[in-house]
């Protein structure tokens, strides 16, 4: 069966440091991979995109790697402040987008 | 409209009752996706259209639960005898294009939600 796997459910860094994120995903051809954000009582929001021929994509200090051999997908925050404390989640492109489970980040000041 | 209108944004109901979701989306977007996420839950998928069609119903829980699109635009979800397992809140999604050939058209913008309490 298909399965998208985000590593823990909860990762809490210092501020300053950098968060990584897993997304792991089984029984998926994804033509692309996206991320998003979501914060309490709010729907998700759209961070960034990958496609399947491009191994990195960075916006400003956002960095998402993507690996089709390991079906897995590194999301990097640098420079982590408490506003990046929030819900992340990983989505997979089929004829339908599906979502992981997230991973609950906290950045401590 | 600017984006995606999701009514009512809070529904309380009685075990039995059948209730009604809407989701207006973005103009010009021809997919539209429903989602229900449980309390400190990721999201479930539960139908996605193009256009008026529902290429995917696969998601819905149960026969309880049914969904229709009109006119390539306002969606209804409607829950019919409510169970409190039912409690969540239910996200409404559109993005300009679908499918998994559609070149990075499917970014989803979502709406905030109809949170639905069944007592």
């Known amino acids: 069966s298909q399965k998208i796997e985000q590593n823990s459910e909860a990762l809490n860094i210092q501020e300053g440091k950098t968060a990584t994120l897993t997304c792991n995903y089984t029984?998926?051809?994804?033509?692309?991979l996206q991320w998003y954000r979501q914060d309490p009582g709010r729907g998700p929001v759209f961070l960034l995109l990958i496609r399947e021929n491009e191994k990195e994509k960075r916006k400003e200090r956002l960095k998402v790697t993507f690996d089709t051999t390991l079906k897995q997908s590194l999301f990097h925050i640098t420079a982590s402040q408490p506003a990046d404390s929030a819900t992340y989640l990983c989505?997979?492109?089929?004829?339908?987008?599906?979502f992981g489970a997230g991973t609950r980040l906290t950045v401590k000041p | 409209g600017a984006g995606v209108s999701q009514s009512p944004s809070n529904k309380v109901t009685e075990k039995g009752k059948d209730v009604e979701l809407r989701c207006d989306p973005i103009?010009?977007?021809?997919?539209l996706y429903w989602y229900r996420q449980s309390l400190g839950q990721g999201l479930e998928f539960l139908i996605y259209?193009?256009?008026?069609?529902?290429?995917?119903k696969s998601g819905l829980p149960s026969d309880r639960f049914s969904a229709e699109r009109t006119g390539g635009s306002v969606s209804t979800l409607t829950i019919q005898r409510t169970q409190q397992e039912d409690s969540a809140v239910y996200l409404c999604?559109?993005?300009?294009?679908?499918?998994?050939?559609?070149?990075?058209?499917?970014?989803?913008?979502f709406g905030a939600g109809s949170r639905l309490t069944v007592l």
């Open positions: 999604a559109s993005s300009p294009g679908g499918g998994q050939g559609s070149s990075g058209a499917n970014v989803l913008t």
């Open positions: 989505a997979l492109a089929s004829w339908d987008m599906r």
């Open positions: 259209f193009q256009g008026n069609s529902a290429p995917d």
């Open positions: 103009s010009g977007h021809t997919a």
């Open positions: 029984n998926y051809s994804p033509a692309y």
